[in-house]
């Protein structure tokens, strides 16, 4: 298998993965409307040798596990990646070198991250919290990243509900990008960029969808999809990573919560869930907080998107924080 690579395109100085291992990577929705049948799926119970060997797991009161991580078999970044001698190679390249897990949310087949119970999907961010503290205690870690793909429109490959945490030894451009941003918003105002922005909704009220004791919901300012809604911490955190136990028996039943909100206004659109994280190097700074996003994917970027690099949103965030105040 070709190990995976980081190249570097000289007319944009965009950083893009290259991993042609992932080609053999299960499409189970093709067409979108045909979904792999629990007798064929590896991620159902009984088929666990059809992964790789679990890394981690939460088992109920019967001993039957409810969700297990493990090593992707199709992996964005590898321990032992390397580049190969390449004398066609014209611009920068380096090895994607960390690692890359799956964690299955739930063995029942067709049931969603949203559909389950709150103590359940406590165990399930448990489970993800410990995977985010494994991958960032690697001493090649800079940067740990925590998605869900849900649905053929949000990139997911197989129907089971499962999400993903890789460990990257680069830290990616976007983390970048939201690091400098927010460090210089702390330096000119005290405060970290997504706190500011946390703090100007909670006093707008208007794109507010809920507020708890520990955290804030709600549809930010300039959206990239519609219905977009943020999860953000009101005291200072920097990952997932260093949430407590409290947090976590707080954040459960919100995820939850919010996930069925969302799914209820977009009338069941697939989605994605993504961690928000600084880069480690930056975990004890002042202004470094994490946040939970789901994004709704109704269809792809077109024609405006790929040319200008920016979003069009058809549903402004305002009438967005009201539709789903009121599920």
């Known amino acids: 298998m070709s190990a995976p690579t980081l190249r570097r395109d000289l007319v944009t100085n965009r950083l893009v993965l290259v991993a042609p291992g992932r080609r053999g990577s299960p499409r189970d929705f093709a067409p979108p409307t045909l979904a792999r049948d629990a007798s064929k799926c590896p991620f159902c119970p009984g088929h666990e040798t059809h992964t790789t060997v679990t890394r981690a797991e939460r088992r109920d009161a019967s001993g039957r596990w409810t969700a297990r991580a493990f090593a992707n078999l199709f992996p964005m970044a590898r321990p ?22 799956v964690i299955v949310e739930t063995p029942d087949h067709g049931v969603d991250l949203a559909d389950l119970s709150d103590a359940h999907t406590r165990a399930v961010l448990d489970l ?54 927010s460090r210089k918003h702390h330096a000119q ?27 804030a919901v709600f549809c930010p300012f300039a959206p990239h999809r519609s219905y977009e809604t943020w999860i953000v911490p009101m005291a200072p955190s920097p ?83 009201r539709a789903l105040r009121a599920l």
């Not at 945490?165 to 400098?180: E, F, H, K, M, Q």
């Open 128 to 181: 993800y919290r410990e995977r985010c503290r494994t991958m960032a205690a690697r001493p090649d870690a800079r940067a740990v990243l925590m998605f869900k793909n849900r649905g053929p429109r949000s990139g997911a490959s197989l129907h089971h509900a499962h999400g993903q945490v890789i460990s990257l030894s680069v830290s990616p451009p976007g983390v970048r990008r939201r690091d400098a941003i």
């Open 189 to 215: 105002h005290g405060n970290g960029a997504l706190a500011e922005a946390r703090d100007r909704e909670l006093a707008a009220e208007v794109r507010l969808v809920e507020q708890t004791p520990r955290f």
């Open 239 to 321: 990952s997932l990573a260093r949430l407590d136990d409290a947090g976590l028996d707080a954040l459960a039943p919100l995820v939850g919560r919010t996930l069925r909100r969302v799914l209820a206004a977009t009338e069941g659109a697939d989605y994605n869930l993504v961690l928000r994280a600084p880069a480690l190097r930056h975990w004890g700074a002042p202004w470094a907080l994490w946040s939970l996003e789901i994004l709704p994917r109704r269809g792809g970027d077109a024609g405006f998107e790929l040319s200008t690099e920016m979003q069009c949103v058809l549903t402004t965030p305002e009438e967005s924080a």
């Open 80 to 101: 032992d990646a390397a580049v190969e001698p390449d004398a066609t190679a014209t611009h920068e390249v380096a090895a994607s070198v960390g690692d890359h897990e």
